[in-house]
């Protein structure tokens, strides 16, 4: 299948003009500028109907548009990943961490770019979403859960120590005698 031929407006106003001044037969003319004989007439027809308006269109021209929508898309490009790298740790972090990412800003930037951004493989970011938690995960979950509430409960004035302590005494978490005498802090 051929693609369909596009003329600048500036071509069609130059093949008219040879056709009018009929140097050539309007065969010959045709042949010679790749376009069919009837085409030239419908141009003819076109431009005396409207004058300065005929051929409105901005043609194929000399693929300047073809250049500037290849710039456009990669300029777009650019600035997606300019904005997924600029300030943005995640590219230290580990493979967990930035499908968290990728899946927190899927709505903002194509799930391929920023895999590509952030050097993860697109089925390992769909492999890691189709996953549900592992028996690991599952217990910090429920550990995490218990924390928020109690910060939620303290107004979150506990720190570290007193959130560690309270998880302890409620026996969410426990802790070996060695970890225990470890230094003044534990206490």
């Known amino acids: ?17 040879l056709l009018e001044t009929a140097q050539k037969s309007s065969a010959d003319l045709a042949r010679e500028l790749g376009v069919g004989r009837n085409q030239l007439y ?22 300047s548009s073809d250049e500037l929508a290849r710039l456009r898309k990669e300029l777009e490009k650019v600035k997606e990943e300019r904005h997924l790298k600029k300030g943005s740790r995640i590219l230290c972090q580990g493979a967990q961490v930035k ?24 089925s390992g970011y769909y492999d890691w979403q189709s996953r549900g938690q592992s028996e690991h995960s599952q217990p910090d979950q ?14 979150e004035a506990y720190g570290a120590m007193k959130t560690w302590q309270a998880l302890r005494q409620s026996g969410t978490i426990w802790a070996s005698t060695e970890w225990l005498d470890c230094g003044d802090w534990a206490r």
């Open 1 to 17: 299948m051929t693609k369909r031929k596009s003329f600048s407006p500036e071509f069609k106003r130059e093949a008219v003009r």
């Open 42 to 63: 419908k141009w003819k027809e076109q431009l005396g109907q409207r004058g300065a308006r005929a051929f409105p269109g901005s043609g194929r021209g000399s693929g």
């Open 142 to 155: 429920v550990l995490l859960q218990e924390i928020r509430q109690l910060r939620h409960d303290s107004k």
């Open 99 to 122: 499908y968290a990412f990728v899946r927190a800003h899927h709505l903002e930037f194509r799930v391929s770019r920023m895999c590509h951004v952030l050097q993860i493989s697109r």
